[in-house]
């Protein structure tokens, strides 16, 4: 619960800040598999969403082989486009702030279709506060596959207090 509220005061002081959060990014370092295709993840950004009706946020992180523009980042059909167009390869996960993993989803040219399921990734923060991200996201072992799709990652990545939704 107090998670909730500390995420809840980014959520907050973000919409205080402007009236479009931006990301910023931090640093990745591991490998996105698709399909046989690998793939060094080398950016990481994070920002809050807004808050829902209960007050509380979701955190949503994504990690990159390229950096990305700020006007993509929250915008999931311009990252399918620059995933198509073989221009980004990445994760897009999106915690809730009590830490469970909602959605998470691949992004890459190698993937002949979507796929965004939480049941295959791992969330393990080290740091999930308003001072920082610092964590690991991985598939279990053996990765997943799901519609024909197979796909693995283990990527640890920080983003910065002063990077977190501005």
Request: charged residues 20%; hydrophobic residues 40%; proline residues 5%.
């Amino acid at each position: 619960m107090r998670l909730c509220r500390t995420f809840a005061m980014i959520g907050i002081l973000v919409l205080a800040g402007s009236a479009t959060p931006r990301a910023q990014n931090g640093s990745a370092t591991g490998t996105l598999q698709v399909n046989s295709k690998t793939s060094t993840m080398k950016y990481a950004y994070a920002y809050s969403e807004p808050l829902d009706a209960k007050g509380e946020v979701d955190i949503v992180m994504i990690v990159s082989d390229q950096a990305l523009p700020k006007a993509v980042l929250k915008n999931v059909d311009q990252l399918h486009e620059l995933s198509d167009k073989g221009k980004f390869e990445g994760v897009r996960i999106v915690i809730h702030d009590d830490q469970r993993v909602m959605s998470a989803a691949p992004f890459s040219k190698a993937l002949t279709g979507y796929v965004s399921t939480a049941l295959y990734a791992q969330f393990l923060p080290k740091v999930f506060t308003p001072n920082g991200i610092e964590a690991r996201i991985k598939t279990p072992a053996g990765g997943a596959s799901l519609a024909g799709q197979k796909w693995s990652y283990d990527v640890t990545f920080t983003v910065p207090k002063g990077e977190i939704g501005k």
